[in-house]
């Protein structure tokens, strides 16, 4: 194992709450339910793509022009940076600082493959972006997860042949990608959500150095 690709949001820190209480919000605005359960099918998907599945699920897909649909992204990021705007390191989920640790102190490159456009920011907030090789910018990127781009990218930013890296998730879309990439996925939530994944732990307090290296060997048996 090479390098290891990082979602952020819901692995290194919990901001998934903040996206779903933001999207429940707009959502109730446009007489659109967004329950726990539906917004599991949110969890790693781009701005714009979770709007459309939103609406989707209203079934106005085409009662909005793509500029009303911006200013609807814009709004709803409007409102999840005021509820993310307090966050400080100790916002930074169990285990995690000590895995970073181990990975730094194994040479081990760390990319962050999150689809958030406020990665940096967050990170920054967070104080662990010294930490990481490198950021992917999910603008740059051609398809969002569940499709494999920014995990292909993550590898080729880390200098890494894909089946050199293990990918790290709690979304089921973001697991696919992993999956898609051909890379060790190991998910962190829901077993049932996260059934592709290589291994799946209960929370990010199980995620260790020697957890994600047998994960990685045991895809080479
Ligand atoms: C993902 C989140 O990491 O980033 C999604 O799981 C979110 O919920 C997506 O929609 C895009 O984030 P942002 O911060 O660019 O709106
Ligand atoms: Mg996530």
Same mark, same amino acid.
């Given at each position: 194992m090479k390098a290891v690709l990082f979602d952020l949001? &819901? !692995?290194?820190?919990? /901001?998934a709450k903040f996206h779903f209480l933001a999207w429940r919000d707009l959502g109730a605005e446009l007489g659109i339910e967004v329950d726990e359960a539906f917004n599991e099918e949110l969890k790693g998907v781009s701005r714009i793509d979770s709007l459309e599945r939103i609406l989707a699920q209203g079934g !106005?897909?085409? #009662?909005?022009s793509s500029a009303e649909k911006d200013e609807l992204c814009v709004k709803k990021n409007a409102h999840y940076l005021e509820l993310i #705007?307090?966050? /400080?390191?100790?916002?930074?989920?169990?285990?995690i600082i000590p895995l970073l640790e181990e990975l730094k102190a194994a040479g081990i490159k760390m990319i962050v493959t999150s689809a958030s456009k406020n990665a940096p920011e967050i990170l920054d907030l967070l104080q662990?972006?010294?930490?990481?090789d490198g950021i992917v910018?999910? $603008? /740059?990127?051609?398809? &969002? #997860?569940? $499709?494999?781009d920014i995990f292909l990218e993550g590898a080729k930013l880390a200098g890494a042949d894909p089946t050199d890296c293990v990918g790290v998730e709690d979304a089921a879309s973001g697991v696919e990608a992993i999956k898609a990439a051909g890379i060790v996925a190991v998910a962190v939530g829901d077993e049932q959500v996260l059934s592709l994944a290589d291994r799946v732990l209960?929370? /990010? $307090?199980?995620?260790?150095l020697t957890v994600l290296q047998e994960a990685w060997a045991n895809s080479k048996k």
């Open positions: 949001d &819901g !692995v290194i820190t919990d /901001t !106005v897909a085409d #009662k909005y #705007k307090e966050m /400080t390191p100790d916002d930074i989920l169990p285990g662990v972006r010294p930490y990481f910018d999910p $603008a /740059t990127v051609k398809a &969002g #997860k569940p $499709a494999p209960p929370s /990010t $307090a199980y995620l260790s």
